[in-house]
């Protein structure tokens, strides 16, 4: 499988610099905007009680194979050419002898560019979908206390991995906002990991204590962007100054969740205006830089889109 993804993955990346180059061409000369990214929620089941997650409180859900490919046709017709693959845990996902992979194929297979999938990492990471974020939210004992017991399983699935587009996606929150050079340091002696996205703790349930204040939250983002410069950090100059000035277009109209039949516009919280403002989804920050033409977000898109 590494060297049939290794393969699919050069192809993706000149294919989604194509994706781009269109998207923004028609977002800035054509004023149409036709819908960049697609998130499909495949199942609410989750093997992780993450003290900042309440997904697997929710009743038990896998999308059936049909629903799932009905929807995946729907965005493509809609002109969606990305899509993201989340949960719960959506390795976890199976519908009788279908499993995940058997979307990432169907989806490659209808013609989109690139297919990308959200895990927490406790299962093997075996797929031919073209990137996959893992996520793991600090050192050993910081991820441990917030996500359970999980990250030697998580550290020894990347090893294993023979993906070659594995990235980091990490939450930083009041509990890990002091070792994030420390997590940071640890990351780059992971050979197999070729990047970090940081995001920034979003009180989606209402306010509690992983929340930063307004002035840890500069604090970290201005420490970001020193880290960046020595560390394999994805945020790009543009989004982390963006997200210091609290400025990205909100909510984001490119982007769009499927929920059980349910398109969310950005994501499932939308239209909660006081959340939004304290949004900390870096990825959609990155996205309003991209398409105001930051070069350093277009850059950084490149290596993950
Ligand atoms: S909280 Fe608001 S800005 Fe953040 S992802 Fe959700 S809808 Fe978008």
Redesign the pocket.
Known sequence: MAAHVHQQSARAAVRTSWLGLRYLVGHHVLRHDPPLIRGLVLTNRCNLHCRHCRVSERDPMDLSFAEVTAAVDAFYAEGGRCLYLEGGEPFLWRDAAHRLDDIVQYAHGVGYLTVVVYTNGTLPLRTSADTVFVSVDGLQATHDALRGTSFERIMGNIRESPHPSLFINSTINSRNKDEIRAFCDHVEGIANIRGTFFYLH?P?YGHDALELDAVERQRVLRELLVLRRDHRILNSRAGLESALRNDWA???GACSVYEEGVVY????????LD??RQ?G?LS?AEIDQVLKLKPSAIGNAVKYF
């Open positions: 979003t989606y909100r909510p984001l516009e950005c994501c499932r919280y939308s239209g909660d959340l939004c949004c989804y959609y």
